[in-house]
């Protein structure tokens, strides 16, 4: 069963940061572009930051300069790095992993983590 668990939310003031944490199940996480979404209350789900598996990086232009993406591949994990944090930055943070395989693409989430800055 593949899984993604998320953690390293939380509570933080405004300028504070903050380092989220995914760890990905074996089988998937080596041929799996890895991404972290985000979600705030009323708004659609966008991407923040992406890695792929040969570690090519993506970001939304929000978060540029600001967050940091990185993956373990001997750890299956991948971390988001969040600096200088907005109020605006708040919402529920989630883990995606995108399989891709010759005949085969597939998404899977994680849970969603909170993350609250305040002003």
């Known amino acids: 069963q593949v899984q993604l668990v998320e953690s390293g939310g939380g509570l933080v003031q405004t300028g504070g940061s903050l380092r989220l944490s995914c760890a990905a199940t074996?089988?998937?996480?080596?041929?799996?572009?890895m991404g972290w979404y985000r979600q705030a209350p009323e708004k659609q789900r966008e991407l923040v930051a992406l890695i792929t598996s040969g570690g090519s990086t993506n970001y939304a232009d929000s978060v540029k300069g600001r967050f940091t993406v990185s993956r373990d591949n001997a750890q299956n994990t991948v971390y988001l790095q969040m600096s200088s944090l907005k109020p605006e930055d708040t919402a529920v943070y989630y883990c995606?992993?995108?399989?891709?395989?010759?005949?085969?693409?597939?998404?899977?989430w994680g849970q969603g983590t909170q993350v609250t800055v305040s002003s």
């Open positions: 995606n992993a995108k399989l891709v395989l010759p005949s085969f693409v597939r998404d899977y």
């Open positions: 074996r089988s998937i996480f080596a041929n799996s572009a």
